[in-house]
């Protein structure tokens, strides 16, 4: 058996006070070798004295591509977006408003509707109507003062062009849920709640920005509907991208546009004819 000798730390000689004076390439390549050997170091070429950086092609080429990918995508993330805040916007206000016409129905009796059989449309009626019967049961932020309401009421068929419709007999109201309220006593075909979705904007489009609920006596009984709930779904799509003001019977294109979203659990479907 072969013994090999071990010299203890007492045994050995003390630090030396020279120091060996390594040239400065040698020492860079023995520390590149040693990165090499753990992988942490793999490129052939040391970066000491040779820099390397992207060409003025290479930059604009790659801000060119990123222009595309931004251009294709963002407008489809905002879409979506829009698409979203209409879909919770729109339930949200129908459940105040359902909520608020049962209220007012236990209270009153579902004669309360036709109070105002024998009055004009007049704003002063909605005001009255809506505050008496409604407003106790909704959480209002403001009532628009009238020239603000008259422009509310406007609705665009399309992203150009003048405006289809107006109408200064309703009264406007701010919701809670970021929403516009305008509401029409109008007995003989039910009351008119026209729920706006986002009032900021400047043009307001039916079926995107604008939809509508009517409350009327059914088998002494007050429910929330279209008026177009037996339409087709054929029929819907048509009168709901028609650029006309009333398309179908006398009733507004957001009649029907509100009516697909119903029958649709709430959600855009994807024949969906209003662009966002």
């Given at each position: 058996?072969?013994?090999?000798?071990?010299?203890?730390?007492?045994?050995?000689?003390?630090?030396?006070?020279?120091?060996?004076?390594?040239?400065?390439k040698?020492?860079?390549?023995?520390?590149?070798?040693?990165?090499?050997?753990?992988?942490?170091?793999?490129?052939?070429?040391?970066?000491?004295?040779?820099t390397?950086?992207f060409?003025?092609?290479?930059?604009?080429i790659?801000?060119?591509?990123?222009?595309?990918?931004a251009?294709?995508?963002?407008?489809a993330?905002?879409?979506?977006?829009?698409?979203?805040?209409?879909e919770?916007?729109?339930?949200?206000?129908?459940?105040?408003?359902?909520?608020?016409?049962?209220?007012?129905?236990?209270?009153?009796?579902?004669?309360?509707?036709?109070?105002?059989?024998?009055e004009s449309?007049?704003?002063?009626?909605?005001?009255?109507v809506?505050?008496?019967?409604?407003?106790?049961?909704?959480?209002?932020?403001?009532?628009?003062?009238?020239?603000?309401?008259?422009?509310?009421?406007?609705?665009?068929?399309?992203?150009?062009?003048?405006?289809m419709y107006?109408?200064?007999?309703?009264?406007?109201?701010?919701?809670?849920?970021?929403?516009?309220l305008?509401?029409?006593?109008a007995?003989?075909?039910?009351?008119?709640?026209?729920?706006?979705?986002?009032?900021?904007?400047k043009?307001?489009?039916?079926?995107?920005?604008?939809?509508?609920?009517?409350?009327?006596?059914?088998?002494?009984?007050?429910?929330?509907?279209?008026?177009?709930?037996?339409?087709t779904?054929?029929?819907?799509i048509?009168?709901?991208?028609?650029t006309?003001?009333?398309?179908?019977?006398?009733?507004?294109?957001?009649?029907?546009?509100?009516?697909?979203?119903?029958?649709?659990?709430?959600?855009?479907?994807?024949n969906?004819?209003?662009?966002?």
């Amino acid at each position: 058996m072969k013994y090999v000798y071990r010299r203890s730390i007492k045994d050995a000689p003390p630090p030396s006070s020279t120091y060996v004076d390594i040239p400065e390439k040698t020492f860079k390549g023995r520390f590149y070798n040693f990165l090499r050997n753990f992988n942490l170091y793999k490129r052939k070429r040391c970066c000491y004295r040779n820099t390397y950086a992207f060409t003025l092609a290479e930059v604009l080429i790659t801000l060119g591509i990123i222009g595309v990918v931004a251009a294709l995508t963002i407008p489809a993330l905002i879409g979506k977006y829009e698409k979203s805040v209409v879909e919770n916007r729109l339930k949200s206000s129908y459940s105040i408003i359902a909520n608020a016409v049962k209220f007012a129905e236990n209270e009153y009796g579902n004669g309360f509707e036709a109070e105002y059989v024998a009055e004009s449309w007049s704003k002063e009626n909605s005001h009255y109507v809506f505050e008496k019967y409604f407003a106790p049961y909704i959480k209002i932020i403001k009532t628009y003062p009238d020239d603000e309401c008259l422009t509310l009421s406007e609705s665009y068929g399309t992203s150009s062009g003048s405006a289809m419709y107006s109408d200064y007999n309703g009264a406007c109201y701010a919701l809670a849920n970021g929403t516009a309220l305008i509401f029409f006593a109008a007995p003989r075909n039910g009351h008119l709640f026209k729920v706006l979705i986002n009032p900021s904007k400047k043009r307001r489009i039916d079926g995107r920005d604008i939809f509508n609920f009517y409350a009327v006596n059914k088998n002494n009984s007050i429910i929330l509907t279209t008026y177009a709930n037996l339409l087709t779904e054929n029929q819907l799509i048509t009168y709901c991208k028609s650029t006309s003001a009333r398309p179908y019977n006398g009733m507004s294109r957001a009649n029907f546009c509100t009516e697909m979203l119903m029958r649709n659990g709430w959600k855009i479907p994807k024949n969906y004819p209003v662009k966002f």
